[in-house]
């Protein structure tokens, strides 16, 4: 989910997908973003609390798809692929044998949640037999069983007529049923599986012949969604593109293809059964698609007059199954507003208000599937979302700020983060250009904060997505690894290193350790100017050991100087591949070290001390001699010149005496 601002506060587009919704830190993500999302993970939690307990006894009357619905909603609510409760529901199911048409329809939801969350974890591999398909089609045993579910829903339809019944059907139908099926053919369609093109004409043609219309034409005005990728290209940039309105007689369908009234939940199902054989048809057959698209137009001003039949359903019975008819709707024809209802948004805030204590929804599974299909946004394999673009330049002051990059082609500021999200989504090679710009743009003191959104890029695939992800990983740590565990190490580092910058104070032997263990440049550099920051002079030893070590001249250049703003001397560097001199360098550093650097440390802290102690109070000025004389004997010498001075703290006496055990007293 992701968020367009567009409208009210509360409307900010979740439906397109935009700026909130990229991994950012929590407080930039907007408050009915954050509420959905801790919705969808109690709504999972609440399924994988049951899954075991289904796989273990299959409910009664459909139990493929009983089991498999809730499988499906997990999986998409965030469940990993590994959890023992999916990995033996997945198990259970391939056991058993395809009967039910609702039952072969969830278990391909299931399928195409584990194809899709498979990539996101990275844990497909290379395969020849494989070459060439998209990283997101289901490949091996899964594409196997995905296969075998979409033939025998193709041969259970009642032949020539376009529809199904509850099994292998010789006459009786309901579009329920066949709203499952055709769900399940787009499956096949997203996974590059064979669907004979006559079933797809089948389905337009009972669809377009029953639909019931009203008598009186209604206007009304469809918004459309906006591909990140139709941006880049310059289509549909205009509103008049995005927002077409048409004057039409609605038109809706009933349970059965019989004409006479409509209902809710059917006109949602005719709908996207619709938009599922447009999808099949492709550029075939333009006198049934013309049709087709025509009776699709009434069933949009049909779901607009009714719209409250739709979201007022939300709260039991057979409503949450109108909400998933109409977010499919929604997601199928990438339509952002039926008129002016924001379908997202308003679903999303019916379903916040009724969930319940336990995560769910009144109903049970079933209901709480329905419902985390229709927050995750369900089955959709391509994402048509776009970032919003802002052409006043950000003002820098926070993260998500600086997660506005500048984007030439566009001609303004975009999300980093959502672009590389919505490229790793879509696995579109041709956005790669775009996500290079991204990451160059990017604010390069703080570019590590990209790593999490590349490395979920870095899938298993060999595809050119994950390709770009490794190269941009490689130049934002200076890391010349093939291994994915690497960066992962890496960032790991990089939060440690933020963590300490952003606390209360920092300290040096954590920040003395991170730098030790770490071989990246980045990394290293972040940590210098961290010290440097924090005035962590203890630290020149470690600078020292540094030099010695590093063979990057850049790197050396970097710890040479702040070596000498450090000590205040002026050692010159050697050319780059001068390796005597660069020994000659770290020689004399090292003779410092062992001389001068304890010193160092002590000056430059005591200076610190001696600056607030001008300005203490008689409470407080105790403490600060305490740890003057915690400094040791190298702050003697220090002490020792400033009471050389004309005008001096009498407290300067007080912490020399006890540091030396003579009584000094006023001069």
Not at 125 to 138: D, E, I, L, Y
Not at 232 to 253: C, D, E, H, I, Y
Not at 466 to 477: E, G, K, P, Y
Request: charged fraction near 20%; aromatic fraction near 8%.
């Amino acid at each position: 989910m992701k968020n367009p601002m567009t409208g009210l506060r509360l409307g900010l587009a979740l439906l397109l997908g935009t700026l909130a919704a990229a991994r950012a830190p929590a407080e930039d993500v907007d408050p009915f973003q954050k509420r959905i999302n801790t919705a969808i993970a109690r709504g999972r939690d609440n399924l994988l609390s049951q899954i075991p307990g289904m796989t273990a006894k299959l409910p009664g009357g459909y139990p493929m798809g009983r089991l498999a619905l809730p499988l499906a909603a997990a999986l998409k609510g965030g469940a990993s692929t590994k959890d023992p409760a999916v990995v033996a529901a997945f198990d259970r199911l391939a056991k058993l044998q395809p009967s039910k048409t609702y039952g072969v329809a969830c278990y391909l939801f299931a399928l195409a949640a584990l194809a899709r969350k498979q990539a996101k974890e990275g844990i497909r591999r290379r395969s020849r037999t494989f070459v060439g398909r998209k990283p997101h089609q289901a490949k091996g045993d899964v594409r196997k069983r995905m296969a075998q579910m979409v033939e025998w829903l193709v041969n259970a339809r009642v032949a020539g007529m376009g529809y199904w019944h509850y099994g292998v059907s010789s006459g009786g139908h309901d579009f329920s049923n066949s709203q499952f099926a055709i769900l399940g053919l787009q499956i096949g369609i997203e996974h590059g599986i064979a669907v004979p093109r006559k079933v797809f004409e089948e389905i337009a043609k009972i669809f377009v012949s029953s639909q019931t219309m009203m008598a009186a034409p209604e206007k009304i005005n469809i918004s459309y969604g906006l591909r990140l990728e139709d941006l880049l290209q310059n289509r549909r940039t205009t509103a008049k593109a995005q927002s077409t309105s048409f004057t039409v007689k609605p038109g809706g369908w009933q349970y059965t293809a019989a004409k006479g009234g409509s209902k809710a939940s059917m006109t949602a199902a005719g709908a996207s059964s619709l938009l599922v054989a447009r999808n099949g048809l492709g550029r075939t057959n333009l006198a049934l698609r013309q049709s087709l698209d025509k009776a699709l137009v009434r069933s949009y001003a049909w779901i607009n007059k009714n719209f409250n039949a739709f979201i007022q359903a939300g709260g039991g019975g057979h409503g949450l199954y109108t909400m998933y008819s109409l977010e499919k709707v929604g997601d199928l024809g990438e339509i952002e507003k039926f008129g002016e209802h924001n379908w997202y948004v308003e679903g999303a805030t019916i379903l916040l208000d009724k969930q319940q204590g336990d995560g769910g929804w009144a109903g049970g599974y079933v209901n709480t599937s329905f419902a985390v299909f229709f927050l995750t946004r369900a089955t959709r394999l391509k994402p048509y979302s776009a970032p919003k673009i802002l052409t006043n330049s950000p003002a820098g002051g926070g993260s998500a700020d600086r997660d506005l990059v500048f984007i030439g082609r566009l001609n303004g500021f975009i999300s980093a983060k959502e672009v590389l999200k919505i490229l790793g989504d879509s696995r579109n090679a041709n956005m790669g250009s775009v996500g290079e710009e991204v990451v160059r743009n990017y604010n390069q003191n703080f570019v590590g904060e990209l790593a999490p959104v590349l490395l979920s890029l870095w899938t298993g695939s060999s595809d050119k997505v994950s390709r770009f992800a490794r190269t941009s990983l490689q130049q934002i740590t200076g890391l010349s690894s093939s291994a994915r565990n690497d960066y992962t190490d890496w960032y790991a580092s990089f939060e440690k290193i933020d963590a300490l910058s952003s606390g209360p104070g920092v300290n040096a032997a954590a920040l003395s350790s991170l730098l030790k263990n770490t071989t990246s440049p980045t990394l290293k550099s972040k940590i210098l100017d961290l010290a440097h920051r924090n005035k962590l002079y203890q630290m020149a030893g470690d600078l020292v050991g540094e030099l010695a070590i590093s063979k990057s001249h850049d790197y050396r250049l970097k710890v040479n100087g702040l070596l000498n703003l450090w000590s205040g001397r002026s050692i010159t560097p050697p050319a780059a591949r001068d390796a005597d001199g660069w020994k000659k360098v770290v020689d004399a550093w090292r003779t410092w070290a062992v001389t001068e650097s304890s010193s160092l440390v002590a000056g430059r802290r005591l200076d610190s001390l001696l600056s607030s102690l001008e300005k203490a109070s008689a409470a407080t000025a105790p403490g600060i001699i305490k740890q003057i004389v915690s400094l040791g004997d190298s702050a003697v010498p220090h002490l020792r010149r400033a009471v050389e001075k004309s005008e001096y703290s009498f407290h300067l006496i007080e912490a020399l005496e006890q540091l030396t055990g003579e009584e000094i007293g006023l001069r």
